[in-house]
């Protein structure tokens, strides 16, 4: 009796699986299809300030947000917003419960084996933030400063690498005691990620941090279901033309207080 | 089976030195105040006036009854916004003889209270002034009966400033962690640094039980 409810689940599980790898390689008609419903479900973060998040209206606001909204707006049709998480964003893709990932989503290897990416359109960095009254320029200028970095960090080794020895690196267990030395003023600057920062600067508007130096790039594309070559060109071409008139490097002046920079195609 | 690997770890023996130097540093400054400021709220607790009794105690009852790590954070991360800032030593410091002082003030008090009242009475009798009779006849032998007690609370004292690497400290807990986030070698990183603690905490023992009855109190 085990057995047969064993091999029955089995089947019902390998069933499940090929039909998810035919729908991973379904025939190229989503933008069709998009089209004729005049709506196109966008996967976004909607706990990923400044990328993603809830605005105090309670609607969901930041960079990914806005680009969203202008393919859909490119497009013709209605954005449906459905938020995603990181772990659940590319099985959402997959299984068409979304048609677009645009959530902060960095480009590897293991991802391109199962997801295509548009070019990019925003920039994701760790960098060095700190006070506007602070006059930093290069990592020169970093000389006899403290700032606040998570120990064991990408920040944390590109910082040790970087930085003149009289920089006071002092080291945090976890990212929120970082953030809240820094708030507290206990260090002058902050290494951190570019969402982390934009996070405890909206919530603490009275520490007057602004971005100073970059320690890493590492930018964001739009993920599309693998094989949907016509949504793809489409999105790319919305994109390149938003780069172009200045859309994108607004956007990311508005939500990263930072330029684009040169963005891979 | 694991594979141990000290040798990367043991290479980083400077980043070790320097956190025992801090660890060692941040027990010494906080053994001795505390133990004053111990000493100072027993004797306050005891004998001080109706407010100073009252202030104490709370004081005592705070500390005694909230974890150290919340106390640190307290001074380190609110008391800015209240416009004082400490250096991450100096707020270790304060942090440390804060809940020593009022541990160390319990198990004083301990002491104190167990003086036999014919001592009292022969001391009075000599016309000794108050002050005299604390520092002479009463704390002394006080001492002497709760010094096994007291050493302890140092060495937990002690052992519990490896917490202090949470706000950054560079003592020899947040050195450890270092050298484990930096070589994947944890687990090797905690035998070496735990067995540095173990021998700190003997070693002090030993030496506050040979030290006291020396110095602090003279046993015949």
Redesign the interface.
Known sequence: MKFKALSLLTALFTGAVLTLASTAHAADDSLNAVLAKKSIALGVASDFPPYGFMGPDFKLTGVDVATAQLIADKLGVKAEFVPVSTPNRIPYLQTKKIDLIVSALGKNPEREKVIDFTVAYAPFFQAVFGPKSLNIKSFDDLAGKSI?VT??TIQ?DVLQKVAPPTLKI????DDS?TV??FI???TQLLATGAAVAAAAVQKNPQVQAEYKLLLKDSPNFIGVRKGETALLTKVNEILRAAKADGTLEKYSQKWLGRGTGVLPD | MIEFDFAVVLAEWPMLLRGLGLTVTLTAVSAVLGALLGTACAWARLHGGKGLKRTVGTYVEIVRNTPFIIQLFFIFFGLPSLGLRLSVEVACILAMVLNLGAYACEIVRAGLQTTPKGQLEAALSLALTPWQIFSRVVLPPALARVWPALVSQIIIVMLGSAVCGQISAEELSQAANLISSRTFRSFESYIVVALIYLLLAVGLRQLLFWFGPRFIFTSR
């Open positions: 606040a120990r064991g944390d002092q080291r945090f267990e005691t809240a030395a507290s003023q206990q």
